[in-house]
């Protein structure tokens, strides 16, 4: 500890360097921060998206029938059941399309893609065209609660009066795990049964009682409807999850990939940064070695400064990218609404790793230095 | 001695003694490279999509969809309708004096990825008896046409090569029962190849869905459009929207080609940012390094403009080398290979425009690396630098 102010002067040694160093440190991880809440973005709807929840939907741009919810119920190996159904209609600017998704009461016990309060959910059970919106739609749109909000969906979504304009009470504004990027509402199933010419189901959820049986279960079920009007397609909810992700192409190849990449350019930039600064410095770090210094004590300053430089520039950079996170949204790309502790993590880590190593060949090139002929300027 | 003289000599020194500063020198190589690799895989990713759009679209081809549809979804044209719409005027017609027009169902069919075993939706294409004529770039390669009122199915070269259970003589099921593989077609690199088409009577049949998703049309000429729209959209029996199929196709992958475009353009101009730091360190050390040969340089009365040139360049060389590498990283890793993104197959293509692209980026990083040790380089005092020998 007590070399500490030996270390910090020796990182202001050449201070303009210093900082241009540390601005180069601080923009790598303000982009590996970025990559990691992206990345943690991806991972945590693949953890909300469990292996013993299975999901029904109709193949082929058809939807069920509401006679397929009961069949699926019957399915041994099923526990719990919910289903929803889903409209998506635009208010102001028609190329912002919003969902709606009808649901019954056991929806918010088994998913939980809203934060809802038991009195919340029974003011919506209460209010036969009630809706539950989320604070990022709420946000958008300027909602507050006991609003009316209309949507206008396509033709084809009509209701029975032969209009397409749905009305709804909002009786509850709500937060979702994924912060303000969701942006939707969840009304009652009842409603949509009651006005919808020819109500159908989006998607069936089924809870099985062991994860182990869902691919077993989900051929079952899929062989239920094999020969109807409207054939089914299973799948646990994280294959969907994962497969709805991969649809984007290999996220996290493209994460790891240009995260490695750019630590590599760092350790390259700062090892050379540190050789000039050992070949520059070699006649002080004789002196040191003549003051008594064993020659691991002076490596370890080197390191010290070395690691603390890469620490202090992660520090500044994750500070950064928590900052810049919202900005993910304007792309459209899925990330997790705050840094995680695994991304703060991996940042020291990785900060670390980068110190340590970019001094191996400046220290190697130390090794090679006799203190004699360094200070008699040889 | 002029300053042109003057610049190529002084030139020619800091690039003769660049490889005793190999090792910083490579610090913006290093990073340079890797910034043109990201930038131009990602940019040349969302080139390839649009391209597969482009490719796939023609000026004079016309969707019709319900008023207020969006894409595909929510569009239903009845029968009644269908034949006013194929009769408007500017629609092309054959020798025969027919229109050049068919009705469309589309559906989505979940397949499986060859790549990871992961579900994906491509789209399955019903089409009418002139659909060849609609879609004149759509030729069989293998196999054969489908038969109308046959539960056969063609499919496209790409969607054959990137899902499982596409090859001739495949079944694939369908709601009420199973239609057969019987021919590949290919549009040479358009959208179409990642789809399958069907006859659409049969395929409404077996979706048992009573309206049609789309008409669509071939006009005389591309300028026919505004006849087309106008003649479809003031007709009070329709309500129905004519849109341009590449405005329909940019429509329904706007938010993948968007999501491509910014991550390209925040990935590079960050990382470029990083090697602007990069150079800056390694050109101001360049140039105390050279003190001594610049100080004596200015001694002989060389000017600060030489100096400054000289500096800048060595900037340019080390980030063009680096831009090169990078272009070759993407290039040969990358080029030509296969990405199925929203159930579209698209073909990475390293283009030249965004290799301008990426060899821009590498300018601006040298300029802004370069500048400010250029002009210390040239402010330096004469009597100082040398005293530094």
Known sequence: ?378 | MNTLAQIAAVLRLSLRTLSQRRGPSSVIVIGMAGVVAVFISLQSLAVGFRTVLDLGSRPDRVIVVTKGAIGTLGSSISRADAPTIVDTPGVKRDIDGAPIATTSVFADIPLIKKSDGLMAFTMIHGVGPKAMQVWPERRLVAGRMFQSGLRELLVGKSAQTQFEGLEIGDQIILPGGDWTVVGVYTTDGGIGDSMMVGDVETLMAALSQANFSTVNVRMDSPDAFAQVNAAITTNPSLAVDAVREIDFYTKRYEFALKLLRTTALALGSLMALGTVFGALNTMYAAVADRGREIGTLRALGFGGAPVVISVLVEALVLCAIGAVTGTLIAWISFDGSEHVIQGAVVTLRVTLPVIGMGVGLACLVALLGGLFPAIRAARMPIVDALRAV
Not at chain 1, 50 to 55: C, H, K, M
Not at chain 1, 116 to 138: H, K, P, S, Y
Not at chain 1, 158 to 177: C, E, H, M, R, Y
């Open chain 1, 1 to 378: 500890m007590k070399f500490l102010p030996l270390i910090w002067a020796g990182l202001w040694r050449k201070s303009a360097r210093t900082v241009l160093t540390l601005m180069a440190v601080v923009t790598a991880f303000v982009l590996f921060g970025l990559l990691e809440n992206v990345s943690d973005g991806f991972r945590q709807i693949e953890a909300r998206s469990p292996e013993d929840r299975l999901v029904t939907i109709g193949a082929f741009s058809k939807r069920l029938t509401i006679a397929a919810v009961e069949q699926i119920r019957r399915v041994p190996g099923v526990v719990q059941i919910c289903y929803v159904a889903g409209i998506f209609g635009v208010t102001k600017d028609p190329r912002q399309p919003r969902g709606v998704n009808f649901v019954e009461d056991t929806y918010f016990d088994m998913l939980d893609d809203v934060i809802i309060t038991r009195a919340e959910r029974d003011e919506l059970a209460r209010t036969r065209d009630g809706i539950v919106v989320t604070r990022g739609l709420a946000k958008e749109e300027g909602l507050k609660i006991g609003d009316r909000y209309s949507l206008t969906a396509p033709p084809s979504i009509k209701l029975k009066d032969g209009t397409s304009v749905w009305n709804f009470q909002i009786v509850a504004i709500v937060d979702s795990p994924f912060g303000d990027n969701a942006r939707f509402g969840i009304g009652n199933y009842a409603y949509y049964n009651e006005v919808r010419p020819n109500p159908t189901v989006g998607a069936v959820f089924a809870k099985i009682a062991d994860s182990k049986d869902a691919v077993r279960i989900g051929k079952e079920i899929d062989k239920l409807f094999q020969n109807s009007d409207t054939p089914s397609r299973t799948n646990s909810q994280r294959a969907f999850t994962q497969s709805g992700l991969g649809s984007l192409g290999n996220v996290e190849f493209l994460v790891n990939a240009v995260a490695l990449g750019v630590m590599f350019m760092l350790l390259f930039l700062t090892a050379n940064v540190l050789m000039q600064s050992v070949r520059e410095r070699a006649p002080e770090f004789a002196v040191l070695t003549i003051l008594g210094f064993s020659p691991e004590g002076v490596f370890g300053i080197v390191v010290a400064e070395a690691i603390a430089l890469c620490l202090i520039g992660a520090a500044i950079g994750m500070v950064g990218a928590a900052a810049a996170a919202p900005l993910i949204s304007l792309t459209g790309a899925p990330h997790a609404p705050t840094l995680t502790l695994r991304a703060i993590g991996l940042a020291v880590v990785a900060a670390t790793l980068v110190g340590a190593l970019s001094c191996v060949m400046p220290l190697w090139r130390m090794r090679r230095m006799s203190t004699v002929d360094v200070l008699a300027g040889r």
